[in-house]
T-cell receptor, first 112, second 110 residues
C-alpha cells in the first residue's frame, strides 16, 4: 500500500473523446508525475508537477495536459483520444522532485 | 537521452533458486530505483539505491555508479516473486523524471 490512489481503475473510451484521470498523492508529498505504459513496455514519462507548477514534460503532444491542486492531488487530461492512447496510466508521488517515487495502481485506458 | 538496459529480458526459475538481474545505464544518475510490477499493474518499490548496497529480506541490490550498473539479487525465490522487475533512473542534469528500462519478466515455477 503506497498511499497513492488513482481513479478510475479501468476505462473504455471512443476515439476522439476526452478523458480525465485522477490521482491522490501520498500525504505530505508535493510532487506528482504521470507515466504511460504500453503493453510489454516500461513506463514513459508524460509530465511532472511540483507545488502546482509543471516541472518537466516528456515527449507527448499538447493534447496531454495536467493539473495539480493545492492539496497536491492531480489530474491527467487527454483530448482527441487515439487508439494508440490505450495503455496503463500510472501516477507517482514523491516528497520532492528528486526523491523516491511511489506509484498508484494505475488506470487502464482502452480506446476503441 | 540516457539509455537503460536490463538483462535478461526473460527469466524462468524453479522455486528456491537464486537469480541476479542487471541494469546498465549510459550516463550519470542522481537516483536509481528498482520496482516489481505485479500482475495487476501496480509498481511496488523495492529499493532506492543511487549507490551502494542495500538488503531487504531475500532481496538485495547493489549499484556501482562509477561503472553505471546496478544488480538486483533474489534469493530462495518464491512463486509470488513472479512479475516484471523494472530499473528506473533519474539522469543528472535533466528534469527529475524516471527513465525506465524495458524490464525483466521473472517466472517462478513451483
Amino acid at each position: 500500500e503506497t498511499g497513492v490512489t488513482q481513479s478510475p481503475t479501468h476505462l473504455i473510451k471512443t476515439r476522439g473523446q476526452q478523458v480525465t484521470l485522477r490521482c491522490s498523492s501520498q500525504s505530505g508529498h508535493n510532487t506528482v508525475s504521470w507515466y504511460q505504459q504500453a503493453l510489454g513496455q516500461g513506463p514513459q514519462f508524460i509530465f511532472q508537477y511540483y507545488r502546482e507548477e509543471e516541472n518537466g514534460r516528456g515527449n507527448f503532444p499538447p493534447r496531454f495536459s495536467g493539473l495539480q491542486f493545492p492539496n497536491y492531488s492531480s489530474e491527467l487530461n487527454v483530448n482527441a483520444l487515439e487508439l494508440d492512447d490505450s495503455a496503463l496510466y500510472l501516477c507517482a508521488s514523491s516528497l520532492d522532485p528528486g526523491s523516491t517515487a511511489f506509484f498508484g495502481q494505475g488506470t487502464r485506458l482502452t480506446v476503441v | 537521452g540516457i539509455q537503460v538496459e536490463q538483462s535478461p529480458p526473460d527469466l524462468i526459475l524453479q522455486e528456491g533458486a537464486n537469480s541476479t538481474l542487471r541494469c546498465n545505464f549510459s550516463d550519470s544518475v542522481n537516483n536509481l530505483q528498482w520496482f516489481h510490477q505485479n500482475p495487476w499493474g501496480q509498481l511496488i518499490n523495492l529499493f532506492y539505491i543511487p549507490s551502494g548496497t542495500k538488503q531487504n529480506g531475500r532481496l538485495s541490490a547493489t549499484t556501482v555508479a562509477t561503472e553505471r550498473y546496478s544488480l538486483l539479487y533474489i534469493s530462495s525465490s518464491q512463486t509470488t516473486d513472479s512479475g516484471v522487475y523494472f530499473c528506473a533512473v533519474v539522469p543528472q542534469g535533466g528534469s527529475e523524471k524516471l527513465v525506465f528500462g524495458k524490464g525483466t519478466k521473472l517466472t517462478v515455477n513451483p
